[in-house]
């Protein structure tokens, strides 16, 4: 049994010949899209890995202004201690001021006290020494008016006793 070729086995090899091309060409289409596929993904692993350095970049950049940020918030702070001191110290000093007016008055009051005690007890002398005065008066009054007239006596009595009240 001989083969001899037939137009039907050349159309064959002729198709078989095609369906091998078709598919070499499918094989080489789909290589090339797998090194597109393959050159994407390396172009976003690379843009990937530059956000990601970018991303750390800003969070070393976010962590130092938070530094930053405390520390503006301590000098803040200093300035403001810093204000309420010297405020504190204003009113101080207008205090320790109003002290020493108020002690000043007080000394001043206690010598007013002490220059009323003394014209006190000055006026209380000589009250004193008027009543003795007065009472010599009245005895020697008395002892008077028995050698010389009663009306005399009686108003002398009537003008130092109304001289006391």
Known sequence: MHMVATDDDGNKDQELAEALQT???????KANEIKAEKKGVREVTKIIEAYVKKTRRVNGNIRQLQKDVKTLFRKKKQIENMMVQRKL???LKVAVADMTTINLALKNVKVKENAFNKSKDS????IASM???LKKLRGTAKKGSESSSGSSSGSEESSSSSSSN
């Open 23 to 29: 598919v070499k060409d499918q094989i080489v289409a």
């Open 123 to 126: 006026i209380k002398a000589t």
């Open 89 to 91: 110290e204003k009113k």
């Open 131 to 133: 009543k003795t005065a």
